[in-house]
């Protein structure tokens, strides 16, 4: 039976509500040791990020990038449940679940260049919450709206702390025009809990076009006028590790170059899901992890 906790980031309520941060953003103690240094976790605290112009080689990327084209051109793939189409185009837009279906990405999940910094961020063993690879090709995939991760994994997915962090690795070049990641900084410090109640089964259009758990343009515009917005651009190979409640989004992709990636969500083993907060049913395991087995 499942002890009672109390909701610290109540949202999908009848109002839109700001409500400061209650947890840590480094979960790690000052000096632990860890392959990210104090002056870029005291950057990543700040701010809800941290960029790195090369967390792979260029010769991983082309393991890891042909690994992604095989995967999506894969008519038994393209059927899983897993995979995501673009609604227009019926090309596949994300695969889920990736670290189980591909040993290479498996391997990746385990890298301690990836998991080690995990730990560190989060002062745990983690397991992977969610991974995915990302495909957004040129002419016409269609973005994502400005959100909180974090939002929709405690509504949804019942994770009752901010103790997760994602990394997104680039697989090919981030252009400023290619619809890029684009986030907030410092917007991790504040709680934006979303009016309106979650829809049965969210999930499968959320996963095409996120509707539920969708800030107000008037929010939206006090948190930009506020924060910022920093748009990301990189080589292949290049990664944007970013906490659970940074607001972020990406435009379409109307350019002919595509941008992928692979995007792997670590939570602490210390933070495991519950309950969903604010839904009536979790989301399906592919999506948001029951087996909560630390990454080793």
Known sequence: MTTAITDLYPTRGATET??????????????APGPISAADLQGYEHDGFLAMPELITPAEVDVYRAELDRLVNDPLIRADERSIVEPKSQSVRSVFEVHKISEIFGALVRDERVVGRARQILGSDVYVHQSRINVKPGFGASGFYWHSDFETWHAEDGLPHMRTVSVSIALTENHDTN????????????????????????????????????????????????HGIRLFTGKAGSATWFDCNAMHGSGDNITPYARSNVFIVFNSVENAAREPFAAPVPRPDFIGARDFTPVR
């Open 18 to 31: 700001a409500v400061p941060r209650q947890d840590p953003v480094v979960w790690s103690a000052p000096g």
């Open 179 to 226: 619809g890029g990641l684009m986030i907030m900084p410092g917007s991790h410090k504040t709680f934006l809990g979303c009016a309106g109640e979650t829809p049965k089964d969210n999930y499968k259009k959320s996963l095409q076009m996120q509707d539920a758990g969708t800030p107000s343009d008037e929010a939206l515009t006090a948190f930009a006028d506020r």
